[in-house]
């Protein structure tokens, strides 16, 4: 039997659980990454060389393409905070910059779209990356967390015992990603919401 790991940030390897518990704890393997220099961090949306093109313009990273969902609305300024967005290098740098300094324009809508959105991103950084589709895949079907401190939407993040906490939206996004590659199918995502809402990537609307 495999000894107990807890799993702190900077553990990034692949560790077994053997607590067989309805609290977080995971019977088997899991995999976890925290920031792109991470073993795994290229799963991760800040990982960078992982192009995405969208309507012929390159996008550094996933994380910018995410980001620029926050002001996709068919404005001038939305289009200017997006170029803003996307000239910044560093996905971590491009979401403290372009938050700080334009939360007040973001959409307000932007909650009631946004996992299905993230989705859609992830789904085309693995159309179009062949690393991130080898790296993704090579995890077997190992439990995949994001490990990041306050943010209990998109990662999780051990507690004293070792024990999970949050959701890890980006973890079950990558887990669902990993199915859809190996069954050659397209992931479930909610089009008619993404549709309607009107999402606009540098003055041209998208279609889902």
């Not at 795994?40 to 393409?65: D, F, Q, T, W």
């Not at 199915?179 to 609307?205: A, H, M, Q, W």
């Amino acid at each position: 039997m495999a000894t107990t790991k807890t799993i702190h940030p900077k553990d990034t390897n692949r560790a077994k659980r053997d607590k067989n518990q309805n609290d977080g704890t995971l019977f088997g393997e899991i995999i976890t990454y925290s920031r792109p220099g991470d073993e795994h961090g290229l799963l991760g949306n800040m990982a960078g060389k992982m192009p995405i093109v969208i309507n012929g313009r390159k996008v550094y990273a996933s994380e910018h393409l995410y980001l620029c969902g926050y002001w996709s609305l068919n404005t001038d300024l939305h289009k200017q905070i997006q170029e803003y967005c996307l000239s910044l290098r560093s996905g971590t740098y491009a979401k403290r910059c372009t938050k700080g300094k334009y939360i007040q324009y973001a959409r307000t809508d932007f909650h009631d779209f946004k996992h299905d959105w993230m989705i859609w991103v992830v789904w085309q950084k693995a159309l179009q990356n062949e690393k991130f589709r080898t790296r993704l895949l090579s995890t077997g079907d190992a439990h995949i967390y994001e490990v990041v401190p306050k943010d209990p939407v998109w990662a999780a993040y051990p507690d004293d015992n070792g024990v999970m906490q949050g959701a890890n939206g980006m973890g079950e996004i990558l887990m669902m990603i990993r199915d859809c590659l190996r069954k050659n199918v397209e992931p479930t995502y909610n089009k008619d919401l993404l549709n309607k809402s009107g999402i606009y990537f540098l003055g041209e609307r998208l279609t889902f």
